[in-house]
């Protein structure tokens, strides 16, 4: 008889033992779900602010295709915002936020080159430079809530002398 009770307990504490197992799958599953999600969100807005910056170069080649005086006529050191009106790009110091979410902003800045051999060299530079009016530095950075998420620096030249 004392055999048959002992078997009775087991079954509790088999129930106990299965939802507390179970308890403890779902909530890693919900875990690893949770941090899925957010890394996915986080890859989402990493590539939407890289394409933006691709955007912003090629919206200031525009520019500067339409003549070299869109960009040549800038501020240095100045925060710019890219505006499209419909029809073409311009630069502006209007604060714009595209999608709720980022900021599409350029600096320009002006280039030097060393006059022995003509290479680009920072104003900082002890070498003999000169200005080169005819090329201009710019630096594209794309904010999301705040933070730079992507940031990308080149070159912009006169092609066209005009």
Do not use: H
Not at 24 to 44: D, E
Not at 135 to 160: M, Q
């Amino acid at each position: 008889m004392e055999k048959g009770r002992r078997c009775k307990g087991i079954g509790l504490v088999e129930i106990i033992v299965s939802v507390s197992i179970l308890t403890i799958i779902i909530v890693g599953l919900i875990s690893t779900f949770n941090y899925y999600v957010g890394a996915g969100t986080k890859s989402t807005e990493k590539i939407q602010s890289t394409l933006l910056a691709e955007e912003s170069l090629e919206a200031l080649r525009f520019m500067r295709d339409s003549g070299w005086l869109n960009i040549s006529a800038l501020t240095t050191n100045t925060l710019y915002y890219l505006n499209f009106t419909g029809t073409f790009w311009e630069a502006t110091t209007t604060q714009i936020i595209i999608d709720g979410t980022f900021e599409q902003t350029f600096v320009v800045d002006d280039v030097y080159r060393r006059d022995s051999d003509d290479d680009i060299v920072p104003i900082s530079s002890s070498d003999a430079k000169t200005l080169d009016p005819e090329t201009k530095l710019i630096t594209v950075s794309i904010l999301a809530d705040g933070a730079t998420t992507t940031e990308i620096a080149t070159y912009i030249t006169n092609l066209f002398q005009n």
